[in-house]
């Protein structure tokens, strides 16, 4: 069967340096051609993850890079799926590859945010149930990672030291990463004196917002071949699912969960669910998982998604984490890139950071943060109005 | 009395409710009011009819905002917490998330029950609360 292969990733380090987007993935971009060998007027298709940080409804990503990049007469496509944005770009250049439309895609992804909470576009706008949610609740962000992380703590008997722990661990691994925003080791000290923000998450349980740039070169295995690449990460499942109705958790920006008055909740909750669909296509199982880069928005959403991924039962995330199973160097590394927690989320970037990340550990050169004997290799995000995505990449 | 939003909720004399829709196919109950079609994919119903929520329930998870809300969300001054619950409703299979009135993040827990009320936005307009039990 034909496969689709990663060629080459590039990242823009992490950070808030204040520049317009498009240079951080124009800079991500140059350095994923670069890793893959090839150029830029090879690209034969590119894809981009919108922003909408600059504007409503947004930059149109891929036309942007592909004229910063130089008008190349490159099909192009854009997309905007919330966090799942840059998974959806990386699945859409991969369908296209699969259908023989193209040997060799371009994807890419960068956001330039703005200082504190993402807060709503303005204007008076009641039909947005984005802008609702502030203007009636002052339901931030936080306050809903905040109320998973209390609902934790009530079925699962999960501590404040529990979530600082996560964040301790994350810190150490984002020490060795040179992309990572922030770089310095922290003690559960430090978190639980950080100020609370959105109870029971302190500061430093709650992930930042970032600037930053990711950029994959995809291509047929054939196209690798001709290149002479030499066992090339692979690509082995893309799972972009939505919900099944009724989604019984209450998810961003939403103000009510659906109702299972008629109709009981699906067999997988979301988060599940979407990883369950990539190990289906993957033909690999939760066991099989060398390492995983999940969406740790807050340090307890870790906790959820280490379970949502199925590395161990529903209420025993803690207990992996507590042995040191989940750290680098324990039976399965969980965000060994450091993760939200060191990065901060640039948003169309982010899922495609974890790919690159993905390719790293699988390819053997992430350095002192290298999962030993890395084969399969998850990563998983969830965002607003029902997108999430899950890839599965096989070294 | 203004509502900060028509046709969520109402008051009147025994407090405030929630308006839900129920489809008249198959039951399946929404909030906020959901008009044209049922959400269910596997009914065809076409008539969704208002509905009374029920008043109380059990808390899902709940939360408490220490510093203010961004726009367009009007905090009062000086700032006071926001707290939020997210309220399993007895009998509709459906979580509500509301502001909190009259219970601290300290005094909540999860499964504790409360009840439906009612305050004001820090502008003015009126909005459902989530509150201790009469």
Redesign the interface.
Known sequence: MSEVVVLGAGMHPWGKQGRPFAEYGVAAAREALRDAGIAWTDVQFVVGADTIRNGYPGFVAGATYAQALGWSGARIASCYAACASGAQAIDIARTRILAGLCDVALVAGADATPKGFFKPVGGDRPDDPDWLRFRLLGATNPAYFGLYARRRMALYGETAEDFAAVKVKNARAGSLNPMARYRRTVTAEEVLASPMVADPLRLMDICATSDGGAALVLASSAYARRLGARSPVRIAAVSTVTPTFPNTVLELPNFATDSSAAVPPPERPFRSAIAHAAYEEAGVGPEEVSFAEVYDLSTALELDWVEDVGLCPPGEAAKLLRAGDTALGGRVPVNPSGGLASFGEAIPAQAIAQVCELTRQLRGVAGDRQVEGARVGLAANQGLFGHGSAVIAIG | MTL??DGWFAIGEDGARLIGTR?AT???????PRRGFC?????DGESMEDTDLPRRGRV??????????????V?ADPYTP?T?A?VELS?????????VKGLT?EEL???MEVELTHGP?ADGPL?WMWGPVS
Do not use: D, K, M, R
């Open positions: 900060a939003i489809c198959c039951g399946t109950v929404c909030f906020p959400p269910n994919p596997h009914c899902w998870s709940y939360t408490s905002a220490s510093y203010p809300p961004p726009e367009p969300f905090a926001v939020l997210a009998g509709a299979g459906i979580v509500v998330l509301g502001q993040a827990e999860v499964g936005l909005v």
